[in-house]
């Protein structure tokens, strides 16, 4: 399990030359080997059914390191590499292939022999629980984090003690998200006494293995000395950076514990604040609130042209709670010049999705629709 593990990272890695591969023979390449001898010995070890050796040079075609590239002639020794036996190899000829049957017969090779990863890949395509589940488990017990993973999440929120064993060992196996969710079990002691030291080690390892989610819980746990020294100023650039991994309500939460409190989600350095940097990363709710903000002038002084800038960012969206509220700003003329016939058009689309509100409104200003008016 530990070799298939580490000759999965090895083929996983960063750009990397033909000798930097040459490790999968088992041994450093030959004294001052340039990159020429050593894909020429990975070459020769490939012809001689070693799939390993396939595989490096597979990878090195694909990525043009050392080489130049040869999608081709790489799909070829992938194929050779996967008959003689090497699992990672049918896996990633498996990820080139568009045809679903033939996919689905690769990553069954794959996890045949022994790769964690065709294992993991073959039991997202199943339906049947049982298959899928079995799937899972060699795909963890061949050293796939994300395979431990997806067992925990199957294992729901009643087996607390199995469910955070299965998080463990997907963390140690490197899953940035298995380290995270590790991290929330023990943060809020779902499965065990309340452990907010080994909660923070587990943020600080999925943040490191490029969990944004971790990096913001971290920083939750920095800004409030959770399990770890205070450090404000570290806890407040994580937040900043990889807070909108949260989610906009969690975010605006865990923004309360910033030095000047929620008055920092929309001023203070850097220029983009925590709002704005949610709103363009998509997130409507995040343009809604920093319109409603605007508008209020409570955190901030009062701006009408951002309101309405953020109430359309969030309304385009599909927010049609943020058209209301646009409909109401542009009616009023509050910080904008009025524009009633936009602010109709608007009221009558959040109506037409349910918003009571908007419906009360268009009564009130006497705009029923059309069809209502002469329905009556």
Not at 90 to 114: I, K, M, S, V, Y
Not at 121 to 146: N, T, V
Not at 163 to 180: I, K, P, S, V, W
Not at 234 to 256: E, F, I, Q, Y
Request: charged share 25%; glycine share 14%.
């Amino acid at each position: 399990m530990l070799l298939a593990s580490l000759l999965s990272a090895l083929l996983a890695a960063a750009s990397t030359g033909p000798c930097d591969r040459f490790s999968v023979l088992g041994g450093p390449p030959p004294d001052r080997a340039d990159d020429a001898t050593c894909v020429r010995l990975l070459d020769d070890a490939c012809a001689g059914s070693v799939g390993r050796a396939c595989g490096a040079l597979a990878e090195l075609l694909l990525a043009g390191d050392g080489v130049a590239p040869d999608p081709a002639r790489a799909d070829r020794l992938l194929d050779r590499g996967c008959q003689a036996g090497y699992g990672e190899a049918c896996h990633r000829l498996a990820n080139r292939r568009t045809d679903p049957a033939r996919r689905r017969a690769l990553l069954g090779e794959g996890c045949a022999e022994r790769s964690g990863g065709a294992c993991l890949d073959l039991a997202e395509l199943m339906e049947e629980p049982a298959s899928r589940r079995g799937l899972l488990e060699r795909a963890c017990d061949l050293g796939d984090g994300g395979g431990c993973l997806l067992l925990a999440r199957l294992s729901g929120a009643g087996s607390g003690v199995k469910r955070l064993g299965l998080l463990e060992r997907g963390c140690a196996l490197g899953d940035a998200a298995a380290c995270t969710e590790a991290g929330n079990v023990r943060r809020t002691g779902a499965a065990d006494p309340l452990y907010l030291d080994r909660a923070a080690e587990r943020y600080q390892r999925g943040c490191a293995l490029g969990s944004g989610e971790g990096c913001a819980r971290l920083a939750s746990a920095l800004l409030r000395g959770e399990g770890v020294v205070r450090d404000v100023a570290r806890g407040r650039s994580l937040l900043v950076a990889h807070c909108g991994a949260l989610g906009t309500g969690p975010c605006l939460a865990a923004a309360a514990d910033l030095p000047g409190g929620a008055a920092a989600l929309l001023e203070g350095d850097p220029p983009l604040p925590l709002l704005e940097r949610l709103c363009a990363g998509g997130q409507a709710e995040a343009c809604h609130r920093a319109g409603r903000t605007h508008q209020e002038g409570v955190l901030v002084t009062g701006n009408g042209a951002l309101a309405e800038r953020f109430y359309e960012r969030a309304c385009a969206a599909g927010r049609l709670t943020a058209c209301h509220d646009l409909a109401i700003l542009l009616w009023a003329g509050g910080g904008v010049p009025a524009d009633r016939p936009r602010a109709t058009t608007l009221l009558r689309r959040a109506c037409d999705g349910d918003v009571a509100g908007a419906c009360l409104d268009l009564e009130r200003y006497g705009l029923r629709k059309p069809e209502e008016a002469q329905a009556r």
